[in-house]
């Protein structure tokens, strides 16, 4: 596998090719697995930006193509192999229209369920974050849900869209199976406004913003021992000096170590019972540096869900 700029890659000089499924790994067949990966373009668009995530999960597989032949390699980020004996699988992309988003909430939710129906933990990968809504209502309770993402996404509706990326932990504080929302890394100014942030704090949402003197520690704090987890990783949850691939780039976010930490704390704290990651903009990437990064995460995750 050559790397983007055609030059020699480390995945090439170890006998990796590119891969048509996420790091080579065994294609879902609907039965059984420790868990299952999911892609998906877009789900609600606001009409203003579209699918403007579009290609997101074929950008993260492509940088995974440089694994496909590591899947039971020592991974310093868990300390242990990167899988045991059973592998994860790849469930390919779920078909998404921009022009239908009723029916892509229901694709999405209908296919998480599935995954869910066999005994596998969903790990969705997108495109934009009103991904996670239909994701969490395919859910059964009780659910925290630990946001990792620079906005705190309250608002009720933008361009009349209520079901769209900033509304995501509205709709999810109006899921009955969701009791405990955790939201860290938010920063900068973004699309909330005063009243949003005075609704989600009335609600009970824990905010820990990025500038917390220890913003994982605080967020762990949060989470119920015993917790059934369900993760929102907004890539813009991470400094965009690391994670350049996003639409808003916001100094001051969490650090690659930081959302370790974060990940492998919440599954020693609970259960992660979903994950979805999501807001990655291929465009705005620079020689695969976000894509690589992404990649190397959500293998992270996936050893974490096979453990």
Do not use: K
């Not at 921009?98 to 296919?111: G, K, L, M, V, Y």
């Not at 209520?162 to 009791?179: F, K």
């Amino acid at each position: 596998m050559a790397s983007r700029d055609g030059g020699p890659s480390l995945g090439a000089m170890f006998g990796a090719g590119r891969a048509e499924t996420f790091m080579g790994l065994p294609r879902w067949d609907g039965g059984p697995a420790p868990a299952v990966l999911l892609g998906a373009d877009g789900c609600t668009p606001y009409p203003s930006v579209g699918f403007y995530c579009a290609g997101g999960p074929a950008a993260i597989r492509a940088a995974a193509s440089a694994f496909a032949l590591a899947h039971h390699n020592w991974n310093f980020d868990l300390g242990r192999p990167a899988f045991g004996a059973r592998l994860p699988a790849d469930g390919g992309d779920i078909p998404v229209d921009p022009s239908r988003p009723e029916e892509n909430r229901r694709a999405i939710r209908d296919r998480v369920a599935a995954v869910i129906a066999q005994g596998a933990v969903p790990v969705l990968v997108g495109g934009d974050d009103s991904l996670p809504i239909p994701m969490l209502q395919a859910l059964d309770g009780p659910l925290c849900v630990l946001q990792i993402d620079a906005h705190i996404d309250w608002r009720r509706d933008v361009e009349g869209e209520r079901w769209g990326l900033s509304s995501t932990m509205r709709r999810a504080s109006e899921m009955g199976q969701v009791e405990r929302i955790v939201q860290v890394g938010a920063r900068g100014i973004g699309s909330a406004r005063p009243a949003d942030v005075e609704d989600a704090r009335r609600w009970g949402a824990r905010l820990v913003p990025a500038t917390d003197p220890d913003p994982v520690e605080s967020a762990l704090a949060q989470i119920p021992p015993g917790a059934r987890i369900a993760v929102c990783l907004d890539w813009d949850g991470l400094d965009p000096s690391i994670m350049p691939a996003v639409i808003g780039r916001s100094a001051g976010g969490l650090s690659y170590a930081d959302l370790l930490d974060l990940l492998t704390g919440a599954a020693g704290r609970g259960r992660i019972v979903a994950f979805a990651a999501t807001e990655f903009m291929p465009s705005r990437d620079i020689d695969g540096q976000g894509a690589t990064l992404a990649a190397q995460a959500l293998i992270a995750v996936l050893g974490l869900l096979c453990a």
